[in-house]
Protein backbone atom coordinates (compact mmCIF):
# COMPACT_ATOMS: atom_id res chain seq x y z
CA UNK A 1 0.00 0.00 0.00
CA UNK A 2 1.16 3.53 -0.67
CA UNK A 3 1.80 5.86 2.01
CA UNK A 4 -0.63 8.46 1.91
CA UNK A 5 2.02 10.96 3.38
CA UNK A 6 4.50 10.54 0.17
CA UNK A 7 1.63 11.99 -2.55
CA UNK A 8 -0.50 13.88 -2.72
CA UNK A 9 -2.72 12.64 -5.10
CA UNK A 10 -4.25 9.14 -5.95
CA UNK A 11 -1.97 6.59 -7.43
CA UNK A 12 -4.19 4.94 -9.93
CA UNK A 13 -6.62 8.02 -10.80
CA UNK A 14 -4.73 10.98 -10.01
CA UNK A 15 -7.56 12.12 -8.04
CA UNK A 16 -7.63 14.42 -4.75
CA UNK A 17 -6.91 12.36 -1.49
CA UNK A 18 -8.68 13.13 1.56
CA UNK A 19 -8.24 11.87 5.04
CA UNK A 20 -11.52 10.97 6.82
CA UNK A 21 -11.34 9.22 10.08
CA UNK A 22 -8.70 6.64 10.40
CA UNK A 23 -8.82 6.47 6.42
CA UNK A 24 -7.03 8.02 3.70
CA UNK A 25 -8.76 7.83 0.04
CA UNK A 26 -9.82 8.70 -3.24
CA UNK A 27 -12.52 11.32 -3.69
CA UNK A 28 -12.97 10.00 -7.08
CA UNK A 29 -12.08 5.91 -7.71
CA UNK A 30 -12.90 5.44 -3.86
CA UNK A 31 -9.27 3.93 -3.07
CA UNK A 32 -7.79 3.62 0.11
CA UNK A 33 -4.35 4.42 -0.26
CA UNK A 34 -3.04 4.40 3.71
CA UNK A 35 -4.82 3.47 7.00
CA UNK A 36 -4.25 5.05 10.18
CA UNK A 37 -5.25 2.28 12.77
CA UNK A 38 -4.64 4.83 15.90
CA UNK A 39 -7.46 7.24 17.03
CA UNK A 40 -5.68 10.11 18.42
CA UNK A 41 -8.86 11.92 19.61
CA UNK A 42 -9.80 11.82 23.17
CA UNK A 43 -12.19 8.42 24.10
CA UNK A 44 -15.81 9.89 24.55
CA UNK A 45 -17.52 6.77 24.44
CA UNK A 46 -20.19 6.09 26.80
CA UNK A 47 -21.65 2.75 28.31
CA UNK A 48 -24.97 3.97 28.84
CA UNK A 49 -27.92 5.49 26.84
CA UNK A 50 -26.91 9.07 26.98
CA UNK A 51 -24.35 9.73 24.31
CA UNK A 52 -23.48 13.00 25.87
CA UNK A 53 -21.87 11.84 29.01
CA UNK A 54 -17.84 11.98 28.47
CA UNK A 55 -16.89 10.63 31.97
CA UNK A 56 -14.29 8.31 30.51
CA UNK A 57 -12.41 11.38 28.78
CA UNK A 58 -10.57 12.19 32.55
CA UNK A 59 -9.22 16.08 33.33
CA UNK A 60 -5.90 17.10 31.86
CA UNK A 61 -2.72 17.06 33.25
CA UNK A 62 -2.44 21.04 34.95
CA UNK A 63 0.43 22.46 37.04
CA UNK A 64 -1.83 24.14 39.21
CA UNK A 65 -2.26 20.92 41.14
CA UNK A 66 0.61 19.11 43.40
CA UNK A 67 -0.35 15.67 41.43
CA UNK A 68 -0.56 16.90 37.79
CA UNK A 69 -3.78 16.19 38.52
CA UNK A 70 -3.15 12.23 38.21
CA UNK A 71 -5.34 10.87 41.22
CA UNK A 72 -8.52 9.74 41.47
CA UNK A 73 -10.99 11.69 43.74
CA UNK A 74 -14.20 10.44 45.10
CA UNK A 75 -17.09 12.61 43.63
CA UNK A 76 -20.61 13.48 44.28
CA UNK A 77 -22.27 11.93 42.14
CA UNK A 78 -22.36 8.67 39.26
CA UNK A 79 -22.90 10.81 36.26
CA UNK A 80 -24.19 13.75 34.59
CA UNK A 81 -27.93 13.22 35.36
CA UNK A 82 -27.91 11.21 38.50
CA UNK A 83 -26.98 11.77 41.94
CA UNK A 84 -26.43 8.56 44.07
CA UNK A 85 -27.86 10.40 47.33
CA UNK A 86 -31.34 9.97 45.72
CA UNK A 87 -30.78 5.96 45.41
CA UNK A 88 -28.44 5.11 48.37
CA UNK A 89 -29.36 5.00 52.08
CA UNK A 90 -28.08 7.03 54.75
CA UNK A 91 -25.86 4.74 56.03
CA UNK A 92 -23.65 4.12 52.92
CA UNK A 93 -23.90 8.07 52.33
CA UNK A 94 -21.95 8.43 55.62
CA UNK A 95 -19.49 5.44 54.63
CA UNK A 96 -18.60 6.93 51.25
CA UNK A 97 -18.08 10.64 52.83
CA UNK A 98 -15.79 8.80 55.31
CA UNK A 99 -14.28 7.14 52.82
CA UNK A 100 -13.83 10.74 50.55
CA UNK A 101 -11.95 12.15 53.66
CA UNK A 102 -9.38 9.75 53.97
CA UNK A 103 -8.90 9.33 50.22
CA UNK A 104 -8.18 12.98 50.36
CA UNK A 105 -5.94 12.91 53.39
CA UNK A 106 -3.74 10.03 51.82
CA UNK A 107 -2.79 11.76 48.55
CA UNK A 108 -0.69 14.36 51.10
CA UNK A 109 2.38 11.71 51.68
CA UNK A 110 4.62 14.69 52.97
CA UNK A 111 4.71 18.10 54.45
CA UNK A 112 6.12 19.48 51.06
CA UNK A 113 3.25 18.07 48.83
CA UNK A 114 1.06 19.67 51.91
CA UNK A 115 2.58 23.07 51.32
CA UNK A 116 1.80 23.19 47.43
CA UNK A 117 -1.70 21.96 48.30
CA UNK A 118 -2.20 25.19 50.13
CA UNK A 119 -0.30 27.62 47.88
CA UNK A 120 -1.49 26.25 44.77
CA UNK A 121 -5.07 26.62 45.88
CA UNK A 122 -4.20 29.92 46.46
CA UNK A 123 -3.00 30.85 43.45
CA UNK A 124 -5.98 29.22 41.86
CA UNK A 125 -7.83 31.64 44.00
CA UNK A 126 -6.35 35.04 43.41
CA UNK A 127 -6.17 34.04 39.92
CA UNK A 128 -9.47 33.72 39.44
CA UNK A 129 -10.83 36.93 40.92
CA UNK A 130 -7.84 39.03 39.02
CA UNK A 131 -9.97 37.49 36.03
CA UNK A 132 -6.22 36.25 34.98
CA UNK A 133 -5.79 33.50 31.89
CA UNK A 134 -5.30 29.88 32.64
CA UNK A 135 -1.45 30.57 31.36
CA UNK A 136 -1.01 32.72 34.28
CA UNK A 137 -2.01 30.28 37.04
CA UNK A 138 -0.09 27.41 35.34
CA UNK A 139 3.13 29.03 35.53
CA UNK A 140 2.87 31.02 38.86
CA UNK A 141 2.31 27.54 40.21
CA UNK A 142 5.45 26.15 38.60
CA UNK A 143 7.26 28.89 39.94
CA UNK A 144 5.83 28.10 43.66
CA UNK A 145 7.27 24.75 43.05
CA UNK A 146 10.64 25.96 41.94
CA UNK A 147 10.75 28.62 44.95
CA UNK A 148 10.29 25.41 46.79
CA UNK A 149 12.51 23.45 45.94
CA UNK A 150 15.61 26.00 46.26
CA UNK A 151 14.02 26.25 49.70
CA UNK A 152 12.95 29.77 49.81
CA UNK A 153 9.80 28.71 51.89
CA UNK A 154 11.40 28.39 55.09
CA UNK A 155 10.60 30.75 57.18
CA UNK A 156 8.36 32.90 54.93
CA UNK A 157 4.47 33.11 54.15
CA UNK A 158 2.56 30.71 51.89
CA UNK A 159 0.43 33.17 50.91
CA UNK A 160 3.04 35.59 50.23
CA UNK A 161 4.85 33.21 48.00
CA UNK A 162 1.65 32.07 45.89
CA UNK A 163 1.01 36.38 45.46
CA UNK A 164 4.49 36.84 44.21
CA UNK A 165 4.27 33.95 42.47
CA UNK A 166 0.94 35.87 40.28
CA UNK A 167 2.99 39.21 40.49
CA UNK A 168 5.85 37.75 39.04
CA UNK A 169 4.28 35.81 36.25
CA UNK A 170 2.14 38.68 35.50
CA UNK A 171 5.58 41.24 34.89
CA UNK A 172 6.52 38.20 32.91
CA UNK A 173 4.05 37.70 30.90
CA UNK A 174 3.63 41.52 30.22
CA UNK A 175 -0.01 41.28 32.08
CA UNK A 176 1.08 43.40 34.40
CA UNK A 177 -0.57 43.63 37.76
CA UNK A 178 0.33 46.10 40.36
CA UNK A 179 1.24 45.02 44.00
CA UNK A 180 -2.18 46.80 45.58
CA UNK A 181 -4.77 45.22 43.27
CA UNK A 182 -3.26 41.48 44.32
CA UNK A 183 -3.00 42.03 47.92
CA UNK A 184 -6.25 43.40 47.47
CA UNK A 185 -7.80 39.81 46.92
CA UNK A 186 -5.03 37.58 48.17
CA UNK A 187 -4.23 36.44 52.14
CA UNK A 188 -1.13 38.26 51.84
CA UNK A 189 -0.37 41.91 52.95
CA UNK A 190 2.47 44.02 50.70
CA UNK A 191 4.91 43.69 52.87
CA UNK A 192 5.00 39.35 52.78
CA UNK A 193 4.74 40.15 48.95
CA UNK A 194 7.42 42.16 48.74
CA UNK A 195 9.53 40.02 50.89
CA UNK A 196 8.64 36.86 49.03
CA UNK A 197 9.35 38.70 45.48
CA UNK A 198 12.81 40.06 46.51
CA UNK A 199 13.88 36.45 47.27
CA UNK A 200 12.23 35.31 44.00
CA UNK A 201 13.84 37.51 42.03
CA UNK A 202 17.31 37.78 43.94
CA UNK A 203 17.64 34.03 43.84
CA UNK A 204 15.73 32.52 40.70
CA UNK A 205 16.49 35.89 38.56
CA UNK A 206 13.43 36.11 37.35
CA UNK A 207 13.11 37.40 33.51
CA UNK A 208 11.27 40.49 34.82
CA UNK A 209 12.40 44.34 33.88
CA UNK A 210 11.23 47.68 34.53
CA UNK A 211 7.53 47.68 33.62
CA UNK A 212 6.30 49.92 30.10
CA UNK A 213 3.35 52.30 31.05
CA UNK A 214 1.88 51.28 28.42
CA UNK A 215 0.57 48.02 29.54
CA UNK A 216 -1.73 49.90 31.94
CA UNK A 217 -3.27 51.63 29.49
CA UNK A 218 -6.01 49.46 27.96
CA UNK A 219 -7.35 48.73 31.58
CA UNK A 220 -7.09 51.99 32.61
CA UNK A 221 -9.01 53.48 30.02
CA UNK A 222 -11.75 50.79 30.28
CA UNK A 223 -12.15 51.26 33.94
CA UNK A 224 -12.59 55.34 33.41
CA UNK A 225 -14.72 54.62 30.04
CA UNK A 226 -12.50 56.11 27.36
CA UNK A 227 -12.35 55.38 23.83
CA UNK A 228 -9.82 54.12 21.42
CA UNK A 229 -8.49 57.85 20.60
CA UNK A 230 -8.26 58.52 23.58
CA UNK A 231 -6.32 55.83 24.55
CA UNK A 232 -3.99 56.08 21.11
CA UNK A 233 -3.07 59.69 22.55
CA UNK A 234 -1.87 58.91 25.60
CA UNK A 235 0.37 56.52 24.09
CA UNK A 236 2.53 59.42 22.74
CA UNK A 237 2.76 60.69 25.77
CA UNK A 238 3.53 57.69 27.41
CA UNK A 239 6.32 58.07 24.22
CA UNK A 240 7.50 61.74 24.94
CA UNK A 241 7.99 60.94 28.44
CA UNK A 242 10.47 57.75 27.62
CA UNK A 243 12.09 59.78 24.89
CA UNK A 244 13.13 62.63 27.99
CA UNK A 245 13.90 59.90 30.30
CA UNK A 246 10.93 61.16 32.82
CA UNK A 247 9.77 57.39 33.33
CA UNK A 248 12.81 55.92 35.44
CA UNK A 249 12.17 55.47 39.13
CA UNK A 250 8.37 56.45 39.31
CA UNK A 251 5.34 54.65 39.40
CA UNK A 252 4.53 53.15 35.70
CA UNK A 253 0.92 52.86 36.61
CA UNK A 254 0.94 56.52 37.93
CA UNK A 255 2.02 57.64 34.40
CA UNK A 256 -0.49 55.64 32.52
CA UNK A 257 -2.75 57.14 34.47
CA UNK A 258 -1.43 60.68 33.98
CA UNK A 259 -1.60 60.10 30.43
CA UNK A 260 -4.71 59.36 29.97
CA UNK A 261 -5.84 62.45 32.04
CA UNK A 262 -3.72 64.53 30.42
CA UNK A 263 -5.58 63.14 26.77
CA UNK A 264 -8.81 63.27 27.49
CA UNK A 265 -8.52 67.05 28.68
CA UNK A 266 -7.05 68.10 25.20
CA UNK A 267 -10.45 67.88 23.18
CA UNK A 268 -13.31 69.61 23.99
CA UNK A 269 -15.50 66.46 22.73
CA UNK A 270 -13.96 63.70 24.53
CA UNK A 271 -15.16 62.99 28.10
CA UNK A 272 -13.45 65.06 30.64
CA UNK A 273 -11.61 63.20 33.69
CA UNK A 274 -10.66 64.15 37.03
CA UNK A 275 -7.55 63.63 38.50
CA UNK A 276 -9.10 62.32 41.90
CA UNK A 277 -10.74 59.40 39.29
CA UNK A 278 -7.35 58.59 37.41
CA UNK A 279 -5.46 58.70 41.13
CA UNK A 280 -8.15 55.85 42.53
CA UNK A 281 -7.85 53.87 39.37
CA UNK A 282 -3.73 53.64 39.40
CA UNK A 283 -4.24 53.56 43.34
CA UNK A 284 -2.07 56.36 43.41
CA UNK A 285 -1.97 60.29 45.14
CA UNK A 286 -3.33 62.45 42.87
CA UNK A 287 -0.28 64.37 43.22
CA UNK A 288 1.23 61.90 41.27
CA UNK A 289 -1.08 62.65 38.83
CA UNK A 290 -0.28 66.25 38.53
CA UNK A 291 3.20 65.76 38.80
CA UNK A 292 3.58 63.89 35.57
CA UNK A 293 1.20 66.46 34.02
CA UNK A 294 3.60 69.29 34.56
CA UNK A 295 6.08 67.32 32.87
CA UNK A 296 4.02 66.52 30.31
CA UNK A 297 3.64 70.36 30.24
CA UNK A 298 6.88 71.13 29.74
CA UNK A 299 8.35 68.81 27.07
Not at 63 to 89: C, K, P, Q, V, W
Request: net charge neutral.
Amino acid sequence: MVDADSVTVCPECEGRLRTSGAETTCEDCGLVTAVDAIDRGPEWRSFDDDETDRRRTGAPLTRSRHDRGLSTEIGFGSGSNDDYRARLSGRKRRQIARLRREHNRSRISSKVERNQVYGFAEIRRVNALLSLPDCIREQSCSLFESAQSEGLLQGRSLEGFAAASLYATCRARSLPRTVEEITAVARADEGELTAAYDALNRELGLPTGPIDPTQYLPRYASKLGLETPIEKRARAHVSELLQAGLVVGRNPSGIAAACLYKAAGEREEWPAVTQAAAADVANVAPVTIRSTVVNLREL
